[in-house]
């Protein structure tokens, strides 16, 4: 279905303020964004608009209740200047599957594409050109309806931002295995790109910066024992040659790039393994001399190698010698820049003249 998304644009575009080599990351905004509504059971006025401020009562229900949900993807370009996206349809579907998840409406997938694609012709010049560079694109809905008292709302936003990300040339983190807080159990909203989510999240991430790590190694609700996920990361060991993950359990959020990342591991000829994967096995795997690689994939960085994880009074060392994650790497960089052959189609092109 094509929707009639209106658009009003910027008199002067903020765009000669970017120095594309220095971008203050996650505070730089594009030029405009994407705006729908939701009221009396359907979404509606879909448009495109100067990036502003928007205007909130503050019964809004969101802020009380926390139904919001985002996604995150980015946008490159080809090598002949071509914007693209990375499996976008992934990300529409994720995002209704947050939504019936929190008791939210869904958002029509195809007015998703449209309404992205359309903000993207639009932004093309923000679209940093270094490989390993893209804009970031923020979908996101909550519940703006001025109520107070515990239901679903009737009301809700839609709304995607953009902002431009400079090559992460990550550095091999270390991660705490946090066995006192949890970031989701059976039944919970681990599986959901909810904001609650990540606000639980977040005091226990400071603890275990303060006490030098970059990030937190999820482990389950009930026991401390099965790996679940890092931070905005899934992980991935290589134990004996073959490449493991922890199954989708309900409990985890099921990452694009980590779909994707399975893909070329098979594609590359190695065994990959979706299934629960104990602490106490990568425990043993690295005093084995096992343990071959550890890494987390996610939309920010893609690939960030592990070198260190802290479980109780254990320090697991992982070597810094990852040749077939870098390889992944690589290739990921070269299919988002059409520097390789998509042979999985996942990059959807933007025609420019959507503009
Ligand atoms: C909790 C969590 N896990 C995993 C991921 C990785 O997902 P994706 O590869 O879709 O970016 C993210 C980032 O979106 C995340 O927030």
Same mark, same amino acid.
């Given at each position: 279905m094509m929707?009639?998304?209106? !658009?009003? #644009?910027i008199k002067k575009s903020k765009i000669d303020t970017l120095d594309f080599n220095n971008i203050p990351l996650g505070r730089t905004f594009s030029d405009h964004?994407?705006?729908c509504e939701y009221t009396d059971g359907e979404w509606s006025? $879909?448009?495109i608009e100067p990036l502003e401020?928007? $205007?909130?009562? $503050?019964a809004a229900m969101a802020l009380h209740y926390g139904q919001a949900i985002f996604e995150g993807m980015k946008a490159t370009k080809d090598i002949h200047g071509t914007p693209m996206l990375f499996r976008p349809k992934k990300n529409a579907e994720r995002l209704n599957f947050s939504a019936r998840r929190m008791g939210m409406p869904e958002f029509p997938e195809d007015l998703f594409l449209e309404g992205l694609k359309k903000l993207v012709a639009i932004e093309q010049n923000w679209i940093p050109p270094k490989e390993g560079s893209a804009l970031y694109l923020r979908p996101f809905m909550y519940a703006d309806e001025p109520f107070i008292g515990m239901r679903a709302a009737t009301?809700? #936003?839609? !709304? @995607? @931002?953009a902002s431009p990300s400079q090559p992460l040339f990550s550095k091999p983190i270390k991660l705490y295995a946090e066995t006192k807080y949890i970031r989701a159990a059976d039944g919970g909203t681990g599986e959901a790109k909810a904001a609650g989510n990540y606000a639980a999240a977040i005091q226990p991430t400071?603890?275990? #910066?303060q006490k030098g790590y970059n990030q937190i190694l999820w482990l389950d609700a009930r026991d401390f024992n099965y790996i679940q996920e890092v931070g905005t990361m899934n992980i991935f060991f290589k134990i004996n040659g073959e490449y493991i993950t922890p199954s989708l359990d309900g409990s985890i959020l099921a990452g694009i790039t980590r779909m994707s990342v @399975?893909?070329?591991?098979? &594609?590359r000829g190695y065994k990959i393994t979706e299934r629960p994967i104990h602490i106490e096995e990568i425990i043993e795997a690295q005093k084995n001399g096992t343990l071959e690689e550890a890494f987390g994939t996610g939309t920010a960085v893609a690939i960030t190698m592990i070198e260190e994880i802290k479980y109780k009074d254990i320090t697991i060392k992982v070597s810094n010698d990852n040749p077939v994650a870098e390889a992944i790497l690589k290739i990921f960089n070269e299919i988002r820049t059409g520097k390789?052959? &998509?042979k999985l189609h996942w990059m959807v092109k933007v025609e420019k003249e959507l503009a």
């Amino acid at each position: 279905m094509m929707y009639n998304i209106t !658009v009003n #644009k910027i008199k002067k575009s903020k765009i000669d303020t970017l120095d594309f080599n220095n971008i203050p990351l996650g505070r730089t905004f594009s030029d405009h964004m994407f705006i729908c509504e939701y009221t009396d059971g359907e979404w509606s006025n $879909p448009r495109i608009e100067p990036l502003e401020l928007i $205007p909130t009562h $503050p019964a809004a229900m969101a802020l009380h209740y926390g139904q919001a949900i985002f996604e995150g993807m980015k946008a490159t370009k080809d090598i002949h200047g071509t914007p693209m996206l990375f499996r976008p349809k992934k990300n529409a579907e994720r995002l209704n599957f947050s939504a019936r998840r929190m008791g939210m409406p869904e958002f029509p997938e195809d007015l998703f594409l449209e309404g992205l694609k359309k903000l993207v012709a639009i932004e093309q010049n923000w679209i940093p050109p270094k490989e390993g560079s893209a804009l970031y694109l923020r979908p996101f809905m909550y519940a703006d309806e001025p109520f107070i008292g515990m239901r679903a709302a009737t009301s809700y #936003k839609f !709304v @995607i @931002i953009a902002s431009p990300s400079q090559p992460l040339f990550s550095k091999p983190i270390k991660l705490y295995a946090e066995t006192k807080y949890i970031r989701a159990a059976d039944g919970g909203t681990g599986e959901a790109k909810a904001a609650g989510n990540y606000a639980a999240a977040i005091q226990p991430t400071e603890l275990a #910066k303060q006490k030098g790590y970059n990030q937190i190694l999820w482990l389950d609700a009930r026991d401390f024992n099965y790996i679940q996920e890092v931070g905005t990361m899934n992980i991935f060991f290589k134990i004996n040659g073959e490449y493991i993950t922890p199954s989708l359990d309900g409990s985890i959020l099921a990452g694009i790039t980590r779909m994707s990342v @399975i893909d070329l591991i098979r &594609d590359r000829g190695y065994k990959i393994t979706e299934r629960p994967i104990h602490i106490e096995e990568i425990i043993e795997a690295q005093k084995n001399g096992t343990l071959e690689e550890a890494f987390g994939t996610g939309t920010a960085v893609a690939i960030t190698m592990i070198e260190e994880i802290k479980y109780k009074d254990i320090t697991i060392k992982v070597s810094n010698d990852n040749p077939v994650a870098e390889a992944i790497l690589k290739i990921f960089n070269e299919i988002r820049t059409g520097k390789m052959e &998509d042979k999985l189609h996942w990059m959807v092109k933007v025609e420019k003249e959507l503009a």
